[in-house]
């Protein structure tokens, strides 16, 4: 992937050439989405979506169910996971060096839906993966991630490796984006979570952490400025969400939230 922005040349021809004005341009913002991953799968909130398109968010909603029906599935929809998967992903980018196979199997472990994993994989397979290096490297990560379980067992609420500490599904993957530094006491957390029921919209808390994590606000000084993920709980600030503008910060976000899709 020599651009952040990289997308088929031949994108509006095809299946998706009798695409409307607005449908192009949606289609276009899931290629090119700063909350896109590695692997081509991210998690949609129609809201942010349509801050960042311009587009009104049921239209957003017809257009994926649209773009994902059987014959033109230019995208794939889980709806219980609330996931997007952007066909034809793997026909345009290529996963060649160790750097970036590891960068692309942290973000298929980070994939909720079974049914878009095991299709990223499918589509990994038929452009060339090497399955032998994804096995060996899963075997990997599946040990340093058990290492890291260990020594968190260890440091009593250690704030930078929180998410085996919490119940809450929601909250464990909003835990996985926040700035380490700036999580705190993930138990602590968990009571205000509940506390605010905020389990049945954490998708929206997912997106406005990955929304701030773009701004000037929350980069500069080497985030000094981040609240405490506590006190951005209870003050609701993902609520007041700042405006995604295409194209800014899209590389420093890709570190960030550890999507790297600029790295292939």
């Not at 397979?125 to 290492?147: A, I, Q, R, W």
């Not at 994590?213 to 700042?242: H, I, N, S, T």
Request: net charge positive; charged share 30%; aromatic share 10%.
């Amino acid at each position: 992937m020599a651009s952040s922005f990289l997308m088929p040349a031949n994108l509006f021809t095809g299946r998706a050439r009798d695409l409307l004005p607005d449908e192009k341009l949606l289609l276009a913002c899931f290629w090119c989405s700063p909350f896109q991953t590695a692997c081509g799968v991210f998690s949609l909130h129609e809201g942010m979506m349509a801050e960042y398109s311009s587009v009104k968010p049921a239209a957003i909603i017809q257009f994926v169910r649209r773009a994902s029906k059987q014959g033109e599935e230019l995208l794939e929809f889980d709806e219980k996971t609330n996931e997007v998967f952007v066909r034809d992903w793997w026909r345009v980018h290529k996963c060649r060096t160790s750097q970036q196979k590891r960068i692309v199997l942290a973000a298929l472990n980070g994939i909720r839906s079974d049914r878009l994993k095991k299709r990223c994989l499918e589509e990994l397979k038929n452009n060339g993966f090497d399955l032998n290096v994804e096995k060996s490297m899963s075997s990997s990560l599946t040990s340093t991630s058990t290492s890291t379980s260990t020594s968190t067992n260890e440091q009593e609420a250690a704030p930078d490796k929180p998410a085996a500490e919490v119940t809450a599904m929601g909250l464990a993957a909003v835990l996985k984006e926040y700035p380490a530094s700036r999580r705190g006491d993930p138990r602590e957390v968990e009571k205000i979570w509940r506390e605010l029921e905020l389990e049945q919209q954490w998708s929206v808390v997912l997106d406005a952490v990955k929304s701030y994590a773009v701004c000037d606000e929350w980069r500069k000084d080497e985030g000094r400025f981040v609240p405490g993920l506590g006190k951005f709980l209870r003050e609701r600030r993902f609520e007041a969400a700042p405006r995604v503008r295409p194209g800014y910060g899209f590389d420093q976000a890709r570190v960030s939230n550890g999507n790297n899709a600029h790295f292939l």
